[in-house]
């Protein structure tokens, strides 16, 4: 069974701060990708990473895929009360047909 | 225009009973998904159907019995309800069977609750 773990699960920050996500696993995955989830909605793909050590920027979001592509990272610069949300990674590929989740970061950022 | 729509938004109902909940996505995609959010928001894949084939059912009781009409609707149908049944179930779709890069997009989910 793949399984992803995401820590921390939950962080709350103030407006401004800078935080690192991290989602990790002991299963190659071919691709990973980072969803946030609003209350009361579904997940919103915020984007996927494919190559090992590949770097993606989305404004103030950097979203790393480990060397192995057994890991990833997702830090935010700055954050602002906009960002709060859950953050889950997925991990494609490997032995399942389907995304495994991971276990989700709750991340509150106050204003 | 709502890509991927389930109804109904919320579902309250006794223990025992048997309720439906339904999915339509308007993307043309060919593959859908049933996914469970428990209470800790971990997200557990259901079922996946491609063009209206079962694809992937994971261990799930078989009181669950997904039903796909045509590759727009899957539905979620579930007898005998139990208090463990409690969650968020959200329908999701894709343009392709779970490829490495594939866009999943999600419906706004049914937050069932079993008394």
């Known amino acids: 069974t793949q399984l992803l773990e995401q820590s921390p699960q939950f962080l709350s920050i103030q407006e401004g701060e800078n935080l690192t996500v991290y989602c990790n696993s002991s299963s190659v995955f071919s691709s990973l990708q980072w969803y946030r989830q609003e209350p009361g909605e579904g997940p919103v793909l915020l984007v996927t990473?494919?190559?090992?050590?590949e770097v993606k920027k989305l404004k103030r979001l950097t979203f790393q895929f480990g060397d192995a592509r057994k890991d990833s990272s997702l830090h935010i610069t700055a954050a602002q009360p906009g960002d709060t949300g859950l953050y889950l990674c997925a991990g494609a590929g490997g032995s399942a047909r389907q995304l495994t989740f991971g276990s989700g970061t709750q991340l509150t950022v106050l204003p | 225009d709502t890509a991927v729509s389930q109804t109904p938004k919320y579902l309250v109902t006794q223990m025992g009973n048997d309720k439906s909940i339904k999915c339509e996505q308007n993307l043309g995609h060919d593959t859908m998904y049933w996914y469970k959010q428990d209470s800790k928001k971990f997200l557990k894949i259901m079922f996946s159907y491609n063009n209206k084939e079962l694809i992937i059912n994971e261990t799930v009781p078989n009181r669950f019995s997904p039903k796909s009409p045509d590759k727009a609707h899957l539905n979620l149908h579930i007898n005998s309800l139990e208090l463990g049944d409690s969650a968020v179930y959200f329908c999701?779709?894709?343009?392709?069977?779970?490829?490495?890069?594939?866009?999943?997009?999600f419906g706004p989910g049914t937050r069932l609750t079993v008394l």
């Open positions: 990473v494919v190559t090992g050590g």
């Open positions: 999701a779709s894709s343009q392709l069977a779970g490829g490495s890069t594939d866009t999943q997009y």
